[in-house]
């Protein structure tokens, strides 16, 4: 009886500490939980084959991949660690770290992933590593770059006045527009960025000790950008039918159908265009500059961060070590049609092409978004003013002038 009371108080105090569950006297599994962004190009079967293939040969963990749509991303994340649930590990924006960073929501990734996953990452890819400490493992990275339909035209524009002149020529809607322009905001700003750094502007100053100073978007460079896109847009009408009611994945499919003959547009393209069944080629080439600069295309990186609150973080990083063998983050690579953040994958035949030529060309002279707190707000003060100019509310030099100040404002400049 004695030997009775013992078992059953031993088998109380186990089912009260943290990590035990106490049916069958089993520990609980630990359960990893992974915003899984949802790039153009990436198939369900892939994330549930992922999930799947970890879970078999890890038994002892659970395995969650949520997918989440990249325009909620930002959203879902802020929730979750405002609701005190976030998940282990998630895909962010790069340019979401110092805001993450700034609310001490993120872990240094070297902590959970192993060595031999690390010394895999291509160090040029490495743009999380903020003082020193990599704050976010690339998952993604890729300049952009221009596809042209060459079932309509193959010129290759070496200039942005080239491009409106052949876009203008070839224009004939509803069969064929000369060029792709989203007009709807969305989560990136990527459209004002392309015509932006093709003028030689940024966003901001930036200071010789690397720091950013005022905004720089209504400069005569962003004024030009601007104008040039509403002249486009509005002037000589090449951009496809209803632009403005359009984002970035809402857009696309027009050039996959074959109706435009220019779009400026990621690594995923040829995915994409293989899943709409696109009956025709492309031509790759860079984004060109505006006459007298030279080409600067945008290039985007996205990281995985993993979240100091959440429970399980030494599982993810068992996690994170299974995906980035070649059998899975190469797939994934060629779903998201991104290069290879992974040294061993990018040597791997099938990114001997012209696609991924033309995306090393492109990361060559390419610039990211700023790295800053805020950027997701300012990116969306400068979207409304593409929208007011696209609407004709106001003059490009008008929106970017209140749009800059608004920025500096909320930055205390």
Known sequence: MKKL?????????????????FAGGQK???????????????????????????????????????????????????????????????????????????MNAVDEVSKYVSKSTLDNIAPGAMEAKINGKLMGLPVAAGARIMAINSSITTFVPKTMEELRQEAIRVNNPPNV????????????LTDFAYYLL??????????????????????????????????????DKVVQKGYLSMNRMESHPVFYAGKAAYVFIGAWVESAMKQAKSNFKPIYAQIPPFKGNKS??????????????????????????????????????????????????????????????????????????????????YSDIIWDAVQNVFLQ????????????AKIDKARGM
């Open 5 to 21: 009371k013992r078992f059953l108080l031993i088998a109380i105090l186990l089912a009260l500490l943290p990590g035990f569950i």
């Open 28 to 102: 609980e599994k630990p359960k990893v939980t992974f915003f899984w962004a949802l790039y153009d190009g990436l198939t369900e079967d892939f994330r549930a084959s992922l999930q799947d293939a970890f879970m078999k040969a890890n038994p002892d963990i659970d395995l969650d991949i949520v997918p989440v749509p990249w325009k909620n991303m930002h959203d879902k994340i802020t929730t979750s660690l405002a609701g005190g649930n976030p998940p282990e590990i998630s895909v962010i924006g790069t340019r979401w770290l110092l805001e993450l960073m700034g």
């Open 177 to 188: 527009y000369g060029l792709i322009m989203p007009g709807k905001k969305h989560t990136e």
């Open 198 to 235: 093709a003028a030689g502007g940024y966003f901001f100053e930036i200071k010789p000790d690397g720091s950013y100073g005022k905004c720089t978007v209504n400069s005569p460079a962003g004024v030009k950008a601007l104008t040039f896109m509403n002249q486009l847009a509005n002037v």
């Open 296 to 377: 600067t295309p945008l290039i985007i990186t996205d990281s995985i961060a993993f979240f100091k609150d959440a429970k399980n973080l030494k599982a993810a990083g068992k996690f994170i070590d299974f995906f980035y063998q070649d059998k899975w983050k190469a797939k994934f690579d060629e779903l998201v049609g991104f290069p290879p953040v992974t040294i061993s994958a990018s040597k791997l035949p099938q990114f001997q092409t012209p696609l991924y030529k033309t995306l090393g060309e492109a990361a060559l002279n390419a610039k990211g978004w700023p790295l800053m707190d805020g950027w997701a707000e």
């Open 393 to 404: 509310k106001q003059t490009p030099k008008e929106a970017l002038d209140e749009a800059a």
